[in-house]
């Protein structure tokens, strides 16, 4: 079975700094897809972003971008120029590439605190 | 606004009731997840639908049962409940293609008195 892990229970940053959370998975399989959710106090689920374990380029949505190791199974979020509503627990998932996998596996959550 | 849409959004209770927990997925999603969010267990996955059949189960109790209508909406029903029981019960939905990300409702916060 596959797990995931987040060795960072909580994280502070400085506003407008750099902070990266860290995640490791392990896991058998060579097709999957890699997650990062943000829940914020209002404790929506939201999609920061995504990477298919087939592609090298690492993912990068604006001032969210991934540090993807396939041999390392690591999977860290760097969050640049952190801003007041980057405040929230975010969560590491992976996901099978198998049809009839689609579960998503959850690690325990990173907690970041933006310090203003 | 992820459109999956989840009631009721609070539920209080007691124990040994049974509640119905309902979602409908974004418009064109035919996969439904349910997860169960608790402070000691995390975030589980307890079942997918897929255009109304059972696709995969997770964690899911015996006291627990769910299912996916024709309109593509589910619901979860869990029963004989227990204080364990409470968490926050969110719904997701995908497309049919295994690439598509998950989007989640806004959840259900179950609470056992």
């Known amino acids: 079975a596959q797990t995931v892990t987040q060795s960072q229970p909580e994280m502070s940053v400085q506003e407008a700094e750099t902070v990266t959370l860290s995640c490791t998975y392990d896991t058998s399989e060579s097709d999957y897809y890699l997650f990062w959710y943000k829940q914020p106090p209002s404790r929506q689920m939201i999609l920061v972003i995504r990477q298919e374990a087939y592609k090298q380029q690492n993912a990068t949505e604006n001032r969210f971008s991934v540090n993807f190791q396939k041999a390392a199974k690591s999977f860290s979020l760097k969050i640049s120029d952190s801003q007041l509503g980057d405040a929230a627990m975010y969560f590491c998932a992976y996901r099978s590439a198998l049809q009839g996998a689609q579960k998503l596996v959850f690690g325990q959550g990173t907690r970041l605190t933006i310090n203003p | 606004d992820s459109g999956v849409t989840q009631t009721p959004k609070h539920l209080i209770t007691a124990t040994g009731q049974r509640v119905t927990l309902r979602c409908s997925p974004r418009?064109?999603?035919?996969?439904v997840y349910w997860y169960q969010q608790s402070l000691d267990q995390g975030l589980q996955f307890l079942i997918q639908?897929?255009?109304?059949?059972?696709?995969a189960k997770g964690n899911i109790l015996e006291r627990f049962s769910a299912q996916q209508f024709p309109d593509l909406h589910s619901e979860l029903n869990l029963s004989s409940l227990e204080l364990g029981d409470s968490a926050l019960y969110f719904c997701a939905s995908s497309g049919g293609n295994s690439n598509q990300p998950q989007h989640f409702g806004d959840g259900t916060r179950l609470s056992i008195l």
């Open positions: 418009s064109g999603d035919l996969s």
């Open positions: 639908y897929y255009n109304g059949e059972e696709r």
